[in-house]
């Protein structure tokens, strides 16, 4: 006896596929960013944003991305990353038995709290790993206030 292992995934997949196929577009390409706002995009790295005594630390993981093709900006509390992954040269899906990494542009968005400092902000790249480093404003950073009897 033969087992086909259902996977409701593929389903929605090849469906998917299937209207852009017919339409001759690529649907779903319009996926939320946060602030509810719609930005075009290929792909969504994995980001992971922490708060520290004195900054914020953000990473993303971009692999297989050249930092040359990375594009950070920070304006009116909104961080923004934004950049591309190149396809590899030319190949021949038919030599492919699954195929999952995605190729083009992507584009994230966080709102940050007011106690981040624009002037502060680093950013490097590791082993494809994307870390920016904002720091935190001297007068914003929160004080503890003592209770007098």
Not at 11 to 37: I, K, W
Not at 64 to 71: I, L, R, T, Y
Request: charged share 40%; glycine share 8%.
């Amino acid at each position: 006896m033969y087992l086909t292992r259902y996977e409701p995934r593929n389903f929605f997949r090849d469906m998917s596929e299937e209207f852009n196929r017919m339409f001759g577009g690529r649907m779903g390409n319009y996926l939320p960013a946060d602030g509810g706002d719609l930005a075009a995009t290929d792909w969504l790295p994995a980001v992971d944003i922490k708060e520290e005594d004195s900054r914020f630390l953000v990473r993303a993981d971009l692999p297989g991305v050249d930092p040359k093709d990375v594009e950070i900006t920070l304006q009116n509390g909104t961080l923004a990353i934004k950049g591309k992954r190149e396809s590899e040269a030319k190949r021949d899906e038919q030599d492919y038995y699954r195929v999952e990494r995605v190729y083009g542009e992507f584009f994230r968005r966080f709102t940050l709290p007011d106690s981040a400092d624009p002037d502060k902000v680093t950013a490097k790249y590791d082993k494809g790993v994307l870390e920016i480093e904002i720091g935190k404003s001297e007068a914003r950073k929160p004080r503890r206030i003592t209770v007098k009897s």
